[in-house]
């Protein structure tokens, strides 16, 4: 459930709702710390829930010394109202048959908040594309039918890709054809709970495989970027104007690198 | 996938946790017999709070039966003798070293709650299991409740080894046993050690613990001591006693350079012996 940080919860009426989906090579959650912290959004609230493992650590925004020191629990809200967005970090993997429980409280807080739409940030294994999909770009994106209505000519004149749909069991070869976003996590589940309630939802994910999934956020978040325009393109790639996050990426089961100050390197690289 | 050295392709570990969509592919496949034994487990792991002496159950969760004003959880640790038992939690689950969870001996206690004989606000819960994580959120429900008081202070003292401890020196040259804190918005007094840095993280009973009162605004500290010695020992133990000096905590020991003595005879010898076998 949705535990605000101050007294009253905010209105969230209008509002796009950004969420990574814990899918192969944490990307979606490394692209939602990129948009905070660059975003400079604050913290709003809580998603308090028994599905994710519970994990605590001191901010990972942190600017100053001063910010360094709040605390950081496993889902947290962070809101940017002059953009009307709204953002969901989960830092922790879900409890064994919790995952279906907290896709649907999640949608009922969506619905209930009044949110207008939900983008899902997500990632698949790389090593399931077939021929055709190897030969093209590795971003994907799927529409529920609410979200098609409204924004499908926008997509369209981007010319992305929409997901392919695969045979559901791979070794048979006359099974039907259906969605299947192996890697993803829970964003099957949140596609298919959106769909059949009528919820406005985009995923957009990369195909990517484990290891050092940092480039992958950023183009995730570039990818992004070329609909929503929320980040200047110049501010993604000047050294001086971008706030990027000092990733928490040495977080427990997350990547393991060696010291923060080789990532703010690497990731300084990458914006040049 | 991965291609090892050998050139075998071997599936490699995802980052991002078990692979959902045999989760899901066994929730479609699940017949009324599997699921039958998943309930029965579920409820062979529910936490449940009762009184020993009586050997009933407590119908309410433990705060809401006693008010409370300062709460300390102390994880793996010994507790002092000054208290008076009130409660324990029983539960059980695959770490859990003996089966039988009826009989309940001291040495066997699962999380055993006290309060101060002096001050019957004063609360300490001490758990030397695991409490997995599924039965954490049931165990914060069974002993705060769904409607937590902000005018109580809480407490948490816990263990971890060093090598857990992320930082870019090197171990062999850290203070080891040295305490580290992670403190609530709410929590206003400072600790008595620095705050744990970035990006070093908590998890288990502690991290639900701190985050249940970070969510509901309740004041709590969290004290890490990292060590090389799982073990009781006396170093360890020793490593914990500036927390007795803190706002919180002075009023409720008194005479502390005699606590060193104290401890000593406190100190029992684990019966179950760590090795490698065990």
């Known amino acids: 459930m949705f535990v605000p940080c101050g007294e009253s919860a905010p209105d969230l009426a209008g509002f796009t709702l950004l969420m990574p989906a814990v899918s192969v090579g944490n990307v979606g959650q490394l692209a939602m710390d990129l948009i905070i912290s660059t975003l400079n959004m604050?913290?709003?609230?809580?998603?308090?829930?028994?599905?994710?493992?519970?994990?605590?650590?001191?901010n990972p925004y942190a600017t100053t010394e001063g910010n360094s020191t709040e605390l950081s629990i496993n889902a947290e809200v962070y809101s940017l109202p002059s953009r009307k967005l709204v953002a969901l970090q989960l830092r922790s993997i879900f409890i064994k048959y919790k995952s279906k429980p907290f896709c649907e409280k999640l949608l009922s807080w969506v619905k209930s908040s009044g949110c207008a739409r939900v983008i899902v940030l997500s990632s698949s294994h790389s090593y399931q594309r077939n021929d055709l999909q190897l030969r093209s770009t590795p971003f994907r994106y799927l529409l529920t039918p609410s979200m098609q209505k409204s924004v499908q000519n926008k997509i369209k004149s981007l010319n992305w890709e929409e997901m392919e749909k695969s045979r559901c069991i791979p070794e048979i070869d006359d099974s039907e054809f259906c969605i299947r976003i192996p890697g993803g996590g829970i964003t099957k589940t949140l596609y298919d709970e959106s769909c059949s309630k009528e919820i406005q939802m985009a995923v957009l994910l990369k195909f990517v495989s484990e290891g050092d999934n940092i480039p992958d956020a950023l183009g995730l978040v570039e990818y992004?970027?070329?609909?929503?325009?929320?980040?200047?393109?110049?501010?993604?790639?000047?050294?001086?104007?971008?706030?990027?996050?000092?990733?928490?990426?040495?977080?427990?089961?997350?990547?393991?690198?060696?010291?923060?100050?080789?990532?703010?390197?690497?990731?300084?690289?990458?914006?040049? | 996938m991965a291609a090892t050295f050998f050139g075998e392709v071997v599936k490699a570990p995802c980052r991002a946790g078990t692979e959902d969509e045999e989760e899901e592919e066994e929730?479609?496949?699940?017949?009324?017999?599997?699921?039958?034994?998943?309930?029965?487990?579920?409820?062979?792991?529910?936490?449940?709070?009762?009184?020993?002496?009586?050997?009933?159950?407590?119908?309410?969760?433990?705060?809401?039966?006693?008010?409370?004003?300062?709460?300390?959880?102390?994880?793996?640790?010994?507790?002092?003798?000054?208290?008076?038992?009130?409660?324990?939690?029983?539960?059980?689950?695959?770490?859990?070293?003996?089966?039988?969870?009826?009989?309940?001996?001291?040495?066997?206690?699962?999380?055993?709650?006290?309060?101060?004989?002096?001050?019957p606000s004063v609360f300490l819960c001490q758990c030397s299991c695991y409490v997995a994580e599924d039965q954490q959120y049931q165990w914060l429900e069974k002993v705060f409740g769904s409607c937590p008081r902000k005018n109580m202070q809480i407490t948490i003292l816990t263990c971890r080894h060093v090598t857990d401890y992320k930082t870019s020196e090197s171990t062999g040259s850290l203070p080891s046993p040295f305490l580290?804190?992670?403190?609530?918005?709410?929590?206003?007094?400072?600790?008595?050690?620095?705050?744990?840095?970035?990006?070093?993280?908590?998890?288990?009973?502690?991290?639900a613990v701190?985050?249940?009162?970070?969510?509901?605004?309740?004041?709590?500290?969290?004290?890490?001591?990292?060590?090389?010695?799982?073990?009781l020992d006396l170093i360890t133990v020793e490593a914990f006693k500036p927390i007795l000096s803190t706002r919180s905590l002075k009023g409720?020991?008194?005479?502390?350079?005699?606590?060193?003595?104290?401890?000593?005879?406190?100190?029992?010898?684990?019966?179950?012996?760590?090795?490698?076998?065990?």
Not at chain 1, 46 to 57: A, E, H, Q, S
Not at chain 2, 31 to 39: G, H, I, Q, S, Y
Not at chain 2, 181 to 202: G, H, Y
Not at chain 2, 210 to 231: E, F, G, H, N, R
């Open chain 1, 42 to 58: 604050s913290k709003i609230g809580y998603f308090y829930t028994d599905c994710l493992v519970p994990m605590v650590g001191n």
């Open chain 1, 224 to 272: 992004l970027n070329e609909w929503l325009q929320i980040l200047k393109p110049l501010l993604l790639h000047s050294k001086t104007n971008s706030r990027v996050s000092r990733q928490p990426t040495e977080w427990e089961k997350f990547a393991n690198y060696a010291s923060d100050k080789g990532i703010i390197s690497r990731i300084y690289k990458e914006l040049k």
């Open chain 2, 27 to 119: 929730g479609r496949r699940e017949t009324p017999e599997d699921r039958e034994v998943r309930l029965q487990l579920a409820r062979k792991r529910e936490v449940r709070l009762l009184r020993r002496q009586t050997k009933t159950s407590l119908e309410v969760s433990l705060l809401e039966k006693y008010p409370c004003s300062k709460f300390i959880i102390a994880i793996g640790n010994n507790a002092v003798g000054v208290w008076e038992e009130v409660g324990c939690a029983k539960l059980w689950n695959e770490w859990c070293r003996t089966t039988d969870t009826t009989h309940l001996s001291s040495t066997e206690a699962f999380c055993v709650f006290y309060h101060l004989k002096s001050n």
């Open chain 2, 180 to 207: 580290r804190a992670l403190k609530t918005q709410n929590f206003k007094d400072s600790a008595c050690c620095p705050l744990l840095e970035q990006p070093n993280i908590v998890h288990d009973l502690p991290a």
């Open chain 2, 210 to 231: 701190l985050s249940y009162c970070q969510v509901w605004k309740i004041p709590a500290i969290l004290y890490l001591c990292y060590t090389d010695v799982m073990k």
């Open chain 2, 252 to 278: 409720l020991v008194k005479n502390i350079p005699q606590s060193t003595e104290i401890l000593k005879k406190l100190m029992t010898t684990n019966e179950i012996q760590s090795n490698i076998y065990t």
